[in-house]
């Protein structure tokens, strides 16, 4: 029914580099993603093959230095590219933004020796990474994590069960952070285990409510033995770690749920101005006008948001209220904006034949992820009150 093509989103990018890597992203995203979207998700396939193809187009290394394979992108072009995938599909957005998360650590905070061996396969080999932080007893309270690294001479022996691992089971690389000292944050330590480490193994994926294409798994550490060579950091360092990849990590998914939120209105908009009733098309009455208007400004408003942490992420300054604040207000924007656009579409809305109520389903996730957003309620607050009194 839609007979209106959605614009392509105006964006203010710094670079003639910048503006011809949007549009390619959005020729891959137009020919090879979004076409084969709904039935694959429906489906339950993931697109592995699309992975290597961004590999090959050097899209799944980009806010990382081009010595080692990465892109040399700002954040803030890095965060537009996320968008661009999303709204084609998430699990495609959704998956490099996890690859770029379990890159983090090993990019961030390893040696020089670390970086030369393994970051140019992880930035543009083909390889795909999973971050294996939570697990079943430790969501949202990370720091009590309790899968154990134990010493052996000149290795490390790794046992437990991380959860909710998105790529468990298909990485060819996790970022790992384990128990190796006593109880609270300063016991943990980050290693970087190879996919088909004797030992690793993956559980059957979750059944979901979206993302059904985008395999997320239980990965089981079943006396792993990786060499310290493999240890990212110092020891007890790990959840510091952690944390400095959650505040770029957060900024991914607010990057993502615009994306989501921008399909949906595209959609919205494509039916209301398509769709008549009462001898004319229902974008002319007021009701559903002022619904478009405000799933716009609230896209509008979440795109900025997240943008100008990026900025100041790219300019090496504090960002992690920010990064907070645009996680939350992004993820709650596509929810609300999805919810709107299935109710602009009325009884079809509800139909898998309009991607809409898929998009539904997808924004969900996204204020769970990373954090939920009752943990970045927390994380602002303690950043204007200062910490919660005991």
């Known amino acids: 029914m839609p007979d209106r093509a959605p614009q392509p989103v105006d964006r203010q990018l710094p670079t003639d580099e910048a503006r011809d890597l949007i549009s390619l992203v959005r020729d891959i995203a137009q020919r090879e993603i979004a076409p084969k979207a709904a039935e694959e998700e429906d489906a339950g396939r993931f697109p592995r093959e699309i992975f290597g193809l961004l590999s090959e187009s050097g899209l799944l290394g980009l806010p990382y230095d081009s010595e080692h394979g990465g892109g040399d992108q700002p954040y803030e072009v890095y965060l537009q590219v996320l968008e661009e995938l999303a709204a084609a599909r998430l699990t495609v957005g959704l998956g490099v933004s996890v690859h770029s998360l379990a890159c983090h650590a090993l990019a961030n905070y390893g ?150 939120a921008q399909a949906a209105l595209d959609e919205a908009v494509a039916y209301a101005t398509g769709r008549e009733q009462f001898g004319r098309p229902i974008a002319d009455f007021q009701g559903l006008r002022f619904m478009l208007a405000d799933m716009a400004t609230r ?27 645009a996680k939350l207000f992004c993820t709650d924007t596509a929810m609300q904006v999805t919810v709107d656009a299935v109710q602009v579409l009325g009884g079809y809305g509800y139909t898998a034949d309009f991607p809409v109520e898929r998009y539904m389903r997808e924004a969900k996730v996204l204020q769970i992820v990373e954090g939920t957003n009752q943990i970045q309620r927390m994380v602002i607050a303690r950043h204007l009150a200062g910490p919660e009194s005991r």
Do not use: N
């Open 299 to 325: 896209i509008e408003a979440g795109r900025s948001l997240y943008l100008t942490a990026a900025r100041l992420r790219d300019a090496g300054r504090p960002f992690a209220r920010q990064a907070a604040m």
């Open 111 to 260: 040696t020089k020796e670390q970086q030369v061996e393994h970051l140019p396969d992880m930035l543009g080999g083909g390889l795909l990474g999973a971050y294996c932080l939570s697990e079943p007893a430790s969501g949202s309270d990370a720091a009590s994590l309790r899968t154990k690294a134990v010493r052996d001479g000149d290795s490390w022996v790794l046992t437990g069960t991380k959860a909710w691992i998105t790529h468990g089971g298909v990485a060819d690389f996790c970022t790992v952070l384990a128990r190796t000292g006593g109880e609270g944050a300063r016991g943990i330590t980050a290693f970087l285990v190879p996919g088909d480490a004797e030992g690793l193994s993956a559980a059957v994926p979750e059944k979901k409510m979206g993302m059904k294409g985008s395999p997320t798994a239980q990965v089981h550490f079943d006396g792993v033995r990786i060499d310290d060579s493999r240890r990212i950091g110092e020891e007890g360092q790990g959840f510091a770690i952690a944390l400095s990849a959650l505040d770029s990590g957060r900024l991914g998914i607010a990057a993502c749920a615009v994306g989501v």
